[in-house]
Structure formats: C-alpha cells, structure tokens
C-alpha cells in the first residue's frame, strides 16, 4: 500500500498563487507516474498535470502556462505551483501516485486539498 498526503490548498484572490505538495510513503517502489488532478462541485474529476519518473510532462490545456507540476523523487513528493489563478481553478485538488508492478498499474489518492479562488 501507498499512502498519500496533499498540502498547501487554501483561499486566494484570483491573480494570485498557491503551491500544493504532496507526499508519497509505504511501499513506495515501482512509482513511475506522479500528478494531480481536480473536481470542482457538480463535475467529474479531471486531470491538471501529470510528471513521469523520468520527467515528461503533461497539463491540461485550462493550466497551461500558469500552473508548474515538479517532483522529488529522492523524497517521493510532487509539487504544484499554481499561479495566475482563476475562480474557475476552484476545486478540490488530489494528489495521484501511480505504481507499476508486473506490467500492471496501481492508483493511489490522497484525501484531497480545498483550493478556493475569489474573483
């Protein structure tokens, strides 16, 4: 088992910053893709930014350009760095941590960080 703990979410004026972290632990080998994703109320959850253990990247086309996925693999932590934010960032951000094991894909969430973004 994996477990993963975000941090960092809080209430902010749009135009402003947030850095959300998130820490990996227990059986923590075999990570290979670490990222966040989003839900905001009455909406599926989506995916704001992914980092491979190698450090390809991938965002969201709403995040491009403002937001910063980075990682520490020698911590097992990935970091968000948001900013410009927008009231449409305003969601409940998780933490994902995906593990390969045997050709086969392991996905662990953490509990959630509250970002609220005022206009």
């Known amino acids: 088992q994996v477990q993963v703990v975000e941090s960092g979410g809080g209430l902010v004026q749009a135009g402003g910053s947030l850095r959300l972290s998130c820490s990996a632990s227990?059986?923590?080998?075999?990570?290979?893709?670490m990222g966040w994703y989003r839900q905001a109320p009455g909406k599926q959850r989506e995916l704001v930014a992914t980092?491979?253990?190698?450090?390809?990247?991938s965002y969201a086309d709403a995040v491009k350009g403002r937001f910063t996925i980075s990682r520490d693999n020698a911590k097992n932590m990935v970091f968000l760095q948001m900013d410009s934010l927008k009231p449409e960032d305003t969601a409940v951000y998780y933490c994902?941590?995906?593990?390969?094991?045997?050709?086969?894909?392991?996905?662990?969430w953490g509990q959630g960080t509250q970002v609220t973004v005022s206009s």
């Open positions: 994902n941590v995906r593990q390969r094991i045997d050709l086969k894909s392991y996905d662990y």
């Open positions: 227990g059986n923590i080998f075999s990570i290979n893709a």
């Open positions: 980092i491979a253990r190698g450090g390809s990247i």
